[in-house]
């Protein structure tokens, strides 16, 4: 017998007994109670242990879709995000992190960022992330059920980065567990957001003259 149980809240250890009952040619009732394991012995009625294993995992990746140099020397670059839950328990009140300002050096490197479209089909967006002062792309309280996975797409205009040509790139994804824990995952290039893979991902302009 297979069965699903969910809104356990915190609790991970349970314990169950079965009983059996039959009725005997002279019309007289027995029964018996389960003892845990495989052996069917009368003289057992040990309980069986229910003990889930809490396994939480989140997985990132990011991806530069493209990245388009203009002609007044600024540049678009779309990036992809991956996240996945990789547990075997549901996730919540998930963040994205990404600091454009540290990426792009805004003290001492590109003067400008600009967020032209931040866009997702399985997430609710923070349609107040700018890249530097607010950094979190996901608006609160969205989450992420075992084996489910979602996207976030993002493109930002940056302008004024004198002679420099590439960039490199990390963000970062955090969980709340059921039992209250925070899990985070920092991004990997590409698509497959694997939860032990953390390289950043470049940003290369090709200047076309």
């Given amino acids: ?9 915190t609790r991970t250890n349970f314990t169950n007994t ?5 009725v005997t040619p002279i019309d007289e009732t027995i029964s018996d109670r389960s003892d845990d394991g495989s052996d069917p012995r009368p003289d057992g009625q040990t309980p069986t242990p229910i003990v ?8 990132l990746a990011k991806r530069n879709v493209q990245t388009v140099l203009n002609a007044d020397g600024s540049f678009d670059v779309t990036f992809e995000f991956n996240i996945e839950n990789f547990g075997n328990v549901n996730l919540a009140d998930l963040t994205l992190e990404d600091d454009l300002a540290a990426t792009f050096d805004v003290n001492n490197g590109c003067t400008d960022i600009d967020v032209v479209s931040l866009t997702s089909d399985d997430f609710v967006v923070n349609q107040n992330y700018n890249g530097t002062s607010r950094t979190n792309l996901l608006a609160a309280r969205n989450d992420l059920p075992v084996g489910d ?3 976030v797409l993002l ?20 969980a709340t567990t059921p039992t209250d824990s925070e899990i985070s995952d920092q991004s990997d290039d590409g698509s497959d957001p694997r939860p032990d893979g953390n390289d950043p991902t470049p940003i290369v302009i090709n200047p076309d003259p």
Avoid: L
Wanted: aromatic share 2%.
């Fill in 155 to 174: 493109t930002v205009n940056v302008s004024d980065c004198g002679t420099r040509t590439s960039f490199n790139n990390r963000a970062e994804v955090t």
């Fill in 149 to 151: 996975k979602g996207a």
């Fill in 18 to 22: 079965s009983e059996v009952t039959a």
């Fill in 1 to 9: 017998m297979t069965v699903n149980v969910s809104d356990c809240g």
């Fill in 52 to 59: 889930i294993d809490p396994d939480p995992v989140i997985g």
